[in-house]
């Protein structure tokens, strides 16, 4: 009885029957005008998507750091010293993440935001905020006094939270967060009804 190997040997493959082949220069220009329109119409349908992947970056790192902010407060009543919160206030936020975010670029007292890059957080030590520089600002708006004012940055400080009681005293005290110093309001970037019918 002969093995396996011994009968593959014994069978001849046919030549010819395997034809191995590139692509013809028909073939490959045919791929490359595919990819090329397939490329333009994706280019023209998210156009729009650079200004919005930066407010969807925006915001995860802000949720991020209200996390973080609730974890400080947390272990400010779990070690029962609450009553020293105040000393939080005006701190770096950004000081508490296990990781900064690759755009936070650190810590400035009166830096000159116009030498600075976009889509950048920085930690103003001069006022205590946090600032966040946009680089698509087109529907990012201050509110203020009832007028949407278009601005360019949007800025964070550490506060405590007292309760509607007389006073701000510690037996009103209700937590610390991370508040706007101005209320701002970041619009999502309305896709036009012909780019997503096509």
Do not use: H
Not at 169 to 197: D, F, K, M, R
């Amino acid at each position: 009885m002969r093995s396996a190997q011994e009968r593959c040997k014994a069978t001849p493959v046919p030549r010819g029957s395997r034809r191995q082949r590139g692509f013809s220069m028909f073939e490959m220009m045919v791929y490359i005008l595919v990819a090329s329109i397939l490329f333009a119409a994706a280019f023209n349908r998210y156009r729009d998507f650079p200004g919005e992947a930066e407010r969807a970056n925006f915001t995860a790192i802000l949720a991020q750091l209200n996390a973080t902010v609730n974890l400080q407060m947390m272990r400010l009543i779990a070690s029962g010293s609450w009553n020293t919160a105040g000393e939080l206030e005006d701190r770096n936020p950004m000081d508490w993440l296990l990781t900064s975010p690759g755009n936070y670029v650190g810590a400035f007292a009166g830096i000159d935001e116009a030498t600075l890059p976009r889509r950048i957080w920085y930690f103003d030590t001069s006022r205590g905020q946090l600032v966040y520089l946009a680089d698509d600002a087109s529907n990012l708006y201050l509110l203020e006094n009832g007028q949407r004012t278009q601005t360019g940055s949007v800025r964070f400080r550490i506060s405590n939270v007292y309760g509607s009681g007389t006073g701000s005293g510690a037996s009103n005290w209700q937590g610390i967060i991370l508040a706007p110093v101005v209320p701002y309001e970041w619009q999502a970037v309305e896709l036009e009804l012909q780019t997503i019918q096509q």
